[in-house]
């Protein structure tokens, strides 16, 4: 695949940008490892995780280059690229996806105790399995289904 090297079309969505590289949700799914509705949720979410947005643009095979402007006129740039490799292969968020695929237990309390973790980020881990289709929603009382171990 080609691009203009000076491009400077502004995207509305990340639909669109997916769009301009001619690749459809579920190849760009398969290369993240998590369901096509998952992509789908992505595309269509106002707020959004910077290493989430890392990640899809490069299983669109892109970088992120992030332009900082300084009230004096000045401008910076940043390329999360590093940063979002450390989030993205976040080895205690793998120990605790595994964990929770092995024991088939996706409460919070038990990443707690297991891996000796916080409230907070044993819950964002059990948010983010949710989001990769490990771990389906809430029902009524709170519990959640181990869906898969392959994601």
Request: charged share 30%.
């Amino acid at each position: 695949m080609t691009y203009a090297s000076d491009r400077t079309d502004e995207l509305d969505s990340l639909k669109a940008l997916r769009n301009l590289v001619g690749c459809s949700q579920s190849v760009l799914a398969e290369r993240l490892g998590i369901t096509q509705p998952s992509v789908h949720k992505i595309e269509n979410q106002s707020d959004i995780y910077l290493s989430t947005l890392v990640r899809y643009i490069e299983g669109l095979g892109l970088s992120l280059k992030m332009q900082i402007l300084i009230p004096d006129g000045g401008e910076l740039t940043y390329s999360p690229h590093t940063a979002s490799k450390r989030l993205t292969k976040d080895a205690d968020y793998d120990d605790a996806r595994a964990l929770v695929v092995k024991s088939r237990n996706a409460k919070v309390s038990h990443i707690q105790r297991e891996l000796e973790v916080g409230y907070n980020k044993a819950k964002r881990w059990i948010e983010r399995m949710e989001f990769d289709g490990v771990v389906g929603q809430p029902d009524h009382l709170g519990r959640r289904e181990v869906c898969s171990g392959e994601n």
